[in-house]
C-alpha cells in the first residue's frame, strides 16, 4: 500500500472507532478540519524509522524513553474535543514525539508544548523545526505547572495521565476554552476529562471515555 493508501484507512479506522464510541463521546464524526489535518500530518515522520511501516496503523507505538505516540484515534478525538479556532493559542503537556502539536499547528495560530525529558524535547523540537512547522513553541520543562509567560491560553491539552487536574493548567486556560486531560492512578485505566472554563471562571466537568495514557511524571 502507497502512503496515501494507508493514510486513507487511518482515517477510515478513525471514522469506525467513532461511531463504535459515540455513546461515550456523544459524536457520530470528527470536524472536518480535525480529520483533514490527519491527512496532512505525516505520522512515519514521527515514529522511530523501524516502526515506519506501522506509522498508520490505529495504535500507540514507543518513541523511546519508555514514552509512546498516542493511537491517532485519540490525537484526533483530543483535538476535536478543543473544537481548536484559527486565532487560537494552545498548550499542550507532553509533547512526545510532536505528532499532536504538528496536528493542532494547522489548526490554531500557536502552540506551545513542553516535554519533561531532555532528550525527547529536544528531538520533537529539531524534527518539527526540519519540517517547517514554524508555529510551535518546544520547550523542556514539568509540564504541571503550564508555561505562565504565554498564559493564559484558549485550550490546553494534556496527554499524559495526571491524578489530579493540575490547579496551574485551570489557572492559565482563559475564560471560554477547555482543558482536555486524562485522569487516574499511574498504569490503571483513566478517564478523558473534558473541563469547560465559563465567563465566570467556573468550571464544568465532561467525562468522556476510558483511555490509556503513560503517567504525568513530576520534576
Ligand atoms: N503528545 C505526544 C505523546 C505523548 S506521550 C505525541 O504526540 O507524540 C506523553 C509524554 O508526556 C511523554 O513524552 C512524557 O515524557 C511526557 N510527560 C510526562 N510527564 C510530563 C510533565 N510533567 N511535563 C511535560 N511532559 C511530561
Redesign the pocket.
Known sequence: MSNRQQIDAMLQTIDIECSYTKGFTGRSSLLPEVMEAMRLVLRHD?VPPSLAAMAYENTPLP?G?G????QPFI?ALMTDLLCPEKGDVIL??????????AILSLLVRQVYT????PD?ADRAKELLQRLGYGNIEVRQ????NGWPKHAPFDGIIV??AATHVPPSLKEQLKPGGKLIVPIGQPYMPQELLVLEKDQQGVFCTRNVLPVS???????
Open positions: 514521527f518513541i524513553k514514552q509512546t505516540i498516542s490525537v499542550e503537556v507532553g509533547a512526545g514525539s510532536g505528532y499532536q502539536a513542553i516535554e519533561i525529558i525527547l520543562g514539568d509540564g504541571y496527554t499524559a495514557f503513560v503517567p504525568l511524571t513530576r520534576a
